[in-house]
């Protein structure tokens, strides 16, 4: 199954990464990319083909991801639609709506939106998956079977939810970055050195993850179970409560939630 990508930057690069650690050959993927330096990127890293011109970068590929910025989608596809028919189009551009995107490729029906995320790079990535009602089975297993070897997948039935999956997964990995960040200069400022700060934060982040994973008892026992009364967990836990951390990071997450909304708002009938 051969792939082109539209657009070779951050994301596409995790999923390129992704596939070619998992089995596809640089010769099955191609990528149209205007940035010089994202191609030069791509080449030296793959040894793929990657060109500027859209008619040359998806001939040949039965899958087109569409991997460029919300904001450039439009004017990346409008002018080339006639190229797309007959071709499974997975777009992971946050917000833009099938409907709008299908209007912009000629009405095409066969039509994926896909919410990936950077960890897809080594195989440990999470998409959401949604399909527009004419795309059939055969394609959906497809996008299936390219996106389950990045990392795991999830369908959902309402496009709706695909806002949700973008402010949990998609953006999910900077916020992990982020309390790693914060655990790493906490440590550091209580006197362990940076690199070992990190390390311990990261392998934290790892076995509490697997551990849960590998757990029947919920996120609420397995905290619980670190917590021990008058101990220390139990004073770090209250001064979280009481800075409402958790409510901050709800509030995030809704903020993320409509911000994709009005994302695909702003995209609409453009
Ligand atoms: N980064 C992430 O973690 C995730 C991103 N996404 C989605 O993936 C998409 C890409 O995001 P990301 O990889 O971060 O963005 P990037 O800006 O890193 O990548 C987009 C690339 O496409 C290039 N480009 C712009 N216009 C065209 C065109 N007409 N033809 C070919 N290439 C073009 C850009 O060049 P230039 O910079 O010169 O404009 C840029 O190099 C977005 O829609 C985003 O919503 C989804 C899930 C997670
Ligand atoms: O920040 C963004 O808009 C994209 C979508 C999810 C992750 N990165």
Redesign the pocket.
């Known amino acids: 199954m051969n792939i082109a990508f539209?657009?070779?930057?951050?994301?596409?690069?995790?999923m390129i990464g992704g596939l070619i650690r998992h089995g596809h050959t640089p010769s099955q993927i191609s990528?149209?990319?205007?940035?010089a330096?994202?191609q030069q990127r791509l080449v030296k890293e793959y040894g793929m083909t990657v060109t500027?011109s859209?008619a040359d970068?998806i001939r040949g590929s039965e899958i087109v991801v569409?991997?460029?910025?919300?904001?450039?989608?439009h004017?990346?596809?409008s002018e080339s639609a006639q190229l797309f028919q007959g071709k499974l189009v997975i777009?992971?551009?946050?917000?833009?709506r099938a409907d709008d995107l299908s209007q912009w490729l000629n009405r095409h029906e066969f039509i994926i939106r896909?919410?990936?995320?950077?960890p897809a790079l080594i195989g440990k990535g999470v998409t959401g998956l949604y399909a527009l009602p004419r795309v059939d089975t055969r394609q959906k297993e497809q996008a299936t079977r390219i996106l389950a070897g990045i990392g795991t997948i999830v369908w959902v039935d309402e496009e709706a939810q695909l806002d949700a999956v973008?402010a949990l997964s998609?953006?999910g990995?900077?916020y992990v970055f982020y309390f790693l960040e914060a655990m790493q200069q906490a440590g550091a400022e209580l006197g362990l050195t940076a690199d070992t700060a990190k390390q311990l934060a990261m392998q934290t982040f790892l076995g509490a993850t697997y551990l849960a994973v590998q757990s029947d008892d919920t996120l609420a026992t397995l905290r619980t179970r670190v917590t021990s009364k008058g101990g220390v967990t139990e004073q770090a836990l209250l001064s979280m409560e009481q800075s409402d951390i958790r409510g901050a990071f709800i509030r995030a997450m809704h903020i993320a939630n409509d911000r994709s909304r009005e994302?695909g708002e702003m995209f609409r009938h453009t």
Do not use: R
């Not at 539209?6 to 995790?14: D, P, Q, R, S, W």
């Not at 990528?31 to 940035?35: A, F, L, R």
């Not at 569409?66 to 989608?73: E, F």
């Open positions: 539209i657009g070779g930057g951050n994301m596409a690069g995790a990528v149209v990319e205007i940035d330096q994202q500027a859209i970068g569409l991997a460029v910025k919300p904001q450039q989608l004017a990346a596809v777009s992971i551009a946050a917000g833009v896909a919410m990936p995320n950077t973008t998609g953006c990995p900077a994302m």
